[in-house]
């Protein structure tokens, strides 16, 4: 009878032992790691529910672990012209060191048996998601009549765009003297 993926693997998806990869320094292990990262959100964007996905390589060297790879995960969100539904797919490459010491903002922590890149892999993907996302490029809008996004000059007009009438008072000023 074989056995499913142990509690631990199911429960914290983004730790790697460590214990082979120490015994080879300098040598590498690919993993692909795969797991939800719950309550990820900035502004109007959000990852959703599916996996994460990390395709990793870690490599020994010394006292400390070098991580690099890409990151892989499905966001949704509102568009903020239209307000309709939006969303894609960030695929984040990810360079990290883990250090027994880790010093704060430069690398992260490694444990004695493990590595844990839950932290590195949230901070991409938090710096990846979307501030202000749009549906399409060319979003309208809910209104374009009343709130265009862009002001395009008539056909028989002599090139120039019109002009806005709450700025028209400021016409009359002249500098020129």
Do not use: K
């Not at 964007?45 to 400390?64: F, Y």
């Not at 949704?76 to 883990?98: A, D, S």
């Not at 938090?126 to 979003?139: F, T, V």
Request: hydrophobic share 40%; proline share 9%.
């Amino acid at each position: 009878m074989r056995a499913g993926p142990s509690l631990d693997a199911v429960t914290r998806p983004f730790v790697v032992p460590t214990g082979e990869l120490f015994r080879h320094r300098g040598s590498r292990q690919r993993v692909t790691l795969a797991g939800p990262l719950p309550g990820l959100a900035l502004s109007a964007s959000r990852l959703t529910g599916d996996d994460v996905v990390a395709d990793l390589v870690l490599e020994a060297q010394g006292e400390t672990v070098t991580l690099a790879g890409t990151v892989t995960a499905a966001w949704e969100g509102e568009c903020r012209r239209c307000l309709g539904p939006t969303g894609g797919v960030l695929t984040v490459e990810l360079r990290e060191v883990f250090e027994p010491d880790a010093v704060e903002g430069e690398t992260y922590p490694l444990g004695r048996d493990e590595v844990d890149v839950e932290p590195a892999v949230r901070e991409a993907l938090a710096l990846a998601l979307p501030l202000a996302p749009l549906c399409a490029d060319d979003c309208a809008g809910p209104d374009p009549d009343a709130h265009p996004v862009a002001i395009e000059a008539d056909e028989d007009d002599d090139g120039e765009s019109p002009v806005d009438p709450r700025w028209a008072a400021l016409d009359v000023l002249r500098f020129d003297r």
